[in-house]
């Protein structure tokens, strides 16, 4: 079982056509496959996305870059590459730093800003994203209704 290793190793055997993969967690354990697949997550960088989605959100200024400040104040920041997004709901922050309540997000755009995000496929996360989401929703719909 390679799921725990943390650095197999792949070598395409060329004469078989097959693929045997070791790991330094299991000396000497090896296991060949005839199928690979690669299902690994792609690196998110919204400043530089050129699917259609993306590029129309930046040219509208409704998105823009999360960037994690220093506290110190020293100029210091760091950009994820991930979307920039309101506390708790996850609303996505635009342009001038203001949270559109029309357009959440999750997944793979937020990792960066919301550590862990790529695995949400593997828990509760995104039934309880989406509940609150819901809820903030109807909450504001509420006030809105005369």
């Known amino acids: ?3 725990l290793a943390r650095a197999p190793r792949v070598v395409t055997d060329e004469a078989s056509g097959s693929f045997e993969l070791t790991c330094d967690e299991i000396p000497g354990a090896t296991a060949r496959a005839e199928v690979l697949v690669d299902a690994r997550y792609p690196p998110t ?3 530089r996305d050129a699917t259609p989605l ?4 930046r040219a509208r200024g409704m998105v823009r870059a999360y960037e994690n400040r220093s506290m110190s104040g020293n100029g210091s920041e760091y950009r994820s590459g991930a979307i920039d997004m309101t506390e708790g709901s996850r609303f996505v922050v635009d342009h001038a730093g203001i949270g559109n309540r029309d357009l959440a997000v999750i997944g ?6 919301l550590v862990g995000n790529l695995s949400v ?12 989401v819901i809820a903030q929703l109807r909450e504001a719909e509420a006030f809105a209704t005369p």
Request: proline share 4%; aromatic share 18%; net charge negative.
């Open 108 to 113: 793979i755009p937020t990792e960066g800003n």
């Open 121 to 132: 496929t593997r828990d509760a996360y995104s039934a309880r994203w989406a509940a609150y």
């Open 45 to 47: 960088d919204v400043e």
């Open 1 to 3: 079982d390679f799921s």
């Open 54 to 57: 993306f590029r129309q959100l």
